[in-house]
């Protein structure tokens, strides 16, 4: 049987803040989910859950130190400067 152990990650201070920034100036407010380290005990796989931002229903993921968010999945990623312009157009 696998066994699977979560850590919780914290998040890194500059993206959080460039985030709320960006918010505030669009005036939504966004929730926040901590992201999680997954281990896979006896193995060497290990998953680096993303930290989830969510405004109006939209889920916005996102890593320590990146420069991008992705829009509900991994496929869609959307720079942090123009992010402004998105949130202003699911507003």
Known sequence: MLQIKKHKL????????????????????????????????????NYVEPHRMIVNNHVFLFFNYGKEVYHFNLNNPI????????LKTIK
């Open 79 to 86: 720079e942090l400067k123009d992010l402004e312009n998105f």
């Open 10 to 45: 914290d998040y890194d201070d500059g993206i959080k803040n460039r985030l709320d920034f960006i918010c505030k100036y669009v005036n939504v407010k966004p929730k926040y989910i901590q992201g999680n380290l997954i281990n896979i005990k006896r193995t060497n796989l």
